[in-house]
C-alpha cells in the first residue's frame, strides 16, 4: 500500500505490482458507470492514470461504444455518432486490487456494475451485442524489428518494422506516414501478415 495525498486528505492506495493474474489468468470485459455525460472523460482520466502508474499491462483497453447513426436536419443528412450505452465505459483490464482501485476512484465513475457494485466480466454474447470482437487469442511469429504487412482494415497496404508487440492487446504497432509526418499505430495480429 502506498499514501497518496488528495484535496489535503491522505488516502491509503494499493501500490501497481506484475501481479496482473490475481483476478484471473484473462482480461475480461468489466462495465463501469458514470455521471451522465462524463463517459469520455473518464476515458480520458483512466487512460492518463494507466499511462503515469505504468498499468498498461493490467488496464488493456477503455472504450465508449459508439454507432454512427445519420440525422435529417433542415433538410440535410449528417452522419454523427452516438453513444450505445450513455453513462457506461467499458474497461478490458486484469481484476485486481490495484485495477479496481484505480477505476473505482476515477472522478466521475460512481461504480462497478455487479450485484453490490461487485465487478462482474460481460459474457460473449454481451460483448458481441455491443460491437466488440470476442475472437480468442492469436499466436503469430513477429517480433520487434521483423518487417510486416497490412492487408486488411484501415492501413491496409502500410507496411514497415514493428516498433512493439504487444500480446494481451493481439496488437503491432508499426509507424505510418500521416501528413509527412511518421506516426506510430496499433494494428490487431489479425490484420498483418510477415513480410
Not at 484471473?24 to 473518464?42: I, L, Q
Not at 480520458?44 to 499511462?51: A, G, L, S, W
Not at 479496481?100 to 472522478?107: A, D, I, L, P
Not at 462482474?120 to 499466436?139: A, C, Q, W, Y
Request: net charge negative.
Amino acid at each position: 500500500m502506498s499514501e497518496i495525498v488528495e484535496n489535503n486528505t491522505t488516502v491509503t492506495a494499493p501500490v501497481a505490482t506484475n501481479n496482473k493474474q490475481e483476478g484471473g489468468d484473462e482480461a475480461r470485459w468489466y462495465v463501469v458507470h458514470t455521471y451522465s455525460g462524463y463517459e469520455n472523460k473518464v476515458k480520458n482520466d483512466i487512460e492518463k492514470t494507466i499511462e503515469n502508474r505504468k498499468l498498461e499491462e493490467q488496464i488493456l483497453e477503455v472504450a465508449v461504444p459508439v454507432q454512427d447513426v445519420v440525422e435529417m436536419k433542415n433538410g440535410v443528412k449528417k452522419t454523427v455518432s452516438r453513444k450505445i450505452c450513455p453513462g457506461y465505459v467499458l474497461i478490458n483490464m486484469f481484476m485486481n486490487d490495484v485495477t479496481w482501485y484505480v477505476v473505482r476512484n476515477t472522478r466521475g465513475v460512481t461504480g462497478f456494475v455487479g450485484p453490490e457494485s461487485k465487478p462482474v466480466p460481460l459474457t460473449d454474447s454481451e460483448m458481441r451485442t455491443l460491437g466488440i470482437n470476442v475472437t480468442k487469442n492469436v499466436e503469430i511469429d513477429v517480433k520487434v524489428g521483423d518487417m510486416i504487412k497490412v492487408v486488411t482494415g484501415a492501413w491496409d497496404g502500410n507496411s514497415g518494422p514493428v516498433k512493439a508487440v504487444n500480446e494481451n492487446k493481439q496488437s503491432i504497432t508499426i509507424d505510418v506516414d500521416i501528413f509527412g509526418r511518421a506516426t506510430s499505430v496499433e494494428i490487431a495480429f489479425t490484420d498483418i501478415e510477415k513480410i
